[in-house]
């Protein structure tokens, strides 16, 4: 959002954002530098829960005013209610590369990964984005409501007969992907580039190529040579 974009608000989501000014007044002043904290890059909805946070917060491009938005806006109709939440601890890392819209309902957790976004990414309602690892996400990338994307199991999970466990690994999401609502992206997967992955599916594995058609649970090729526009 940039300050032109203000006026073409309606009258709610002008009050929306006047009661958002503390706490992004508070994360920018809390995780930037103090020249950049000044342009106030992040805006955050006041709609949320701050759990920790730390200065490892980083633009791949010169940040302008509201050019991410965390925790605010989304498609009018779906579920709401439900509160932002935002971790960031000391061992992880975030960079955003462009504009970037994460609305309202969002779980950012970064607990020892780092997460990297690319331009122009937009995710709606009540997705959840939990880092332990690292998860690479393309320009031009679109998530549907309820999307998440985990790269770890959370929990320590023994084999039988596999000396080594682990339970966390890279993600990543190509360029100008859409990634359908219901969607689960784990660990160890890899979408790539103009590819969509359809409603409920689970991605789970490394697909190789472009412009796929990934779904189900778990998720396969469904067709190749696939086009789409937002």
Same mark, same amino acid.
């Given at each position: 959002?940039? %300050?032109? &974009?203000?006026? /073409? *608000?309606? #009258?709610?989501?002008? @009050? ?6 503390? +706490? ?84 950012? %957790?970064? &607990?020892?990964? /780092? *997460?990297? #976004?690319?331009?122009? @990414? ?6 959840? +984005? ?101």
């Amino acid at each position: 959002m940039e %300050i032109k &974009d203000v006026f /073409s *608000l309606k #009258i709610r989501e002008i @009050f929306s954002l006047i009661i958002s000014l503390p +706490i992004t007044i508070y994360v920018n002043f809390r995780c930037l530098p103090f020249k950049t904290a000044l342009k106030l890059p992040l805006f955050i909805g006041y709609r949320t829960h701050i759990d920790k946070l730390s200065r490892n917060i980083k633009f791949g491009c010169e940040p302008t005013t509201f050019m991410v938005r965390i925790g605010w806006g989304g498609t009018e109709g779906r579920e709401q209610g439900k509160k932002n939440y935002l971790l960031l601890n000391e061992n992880s890392s975030i960079q955003f590369n462009g504009r970037c819209t994460m609305s309202s309902g969002i779980s950012l %957790i970064l &607990d020892l990964g /780092s *997460l990297e #976004i690319g331009d122009d @990414f937009f995710c709606n309602k009540n997705c959840t +984005i939990s880092c332990n690892d690292r998860i690479i996400i393309g320009d031009h990338a679109l998530f549907g409501w309820n999307v998440e994307i985990l790269d770890s199991d959370n929990h320590k999970v023994r084999h039988k007969n596999k000396e080594k466990v682990c339970n966390h690994g890279e993600i990543k999401i190509g360029a100008h992907v859409w990634v359908a609502s219901f969607s689960h992206i784990l660990k160890n997967s890899c979408i790539p580039d103009g590819s969509i992955v359809a409603y409920h599916s689970l991605v789970a594995k490394q697909f190789e190529g472009e412009k796929l058609l990934l779904g189900g649970c778990p998720a396969k090729v469904i067709e190749e040579e696939i086009e789409w526009e937002r």
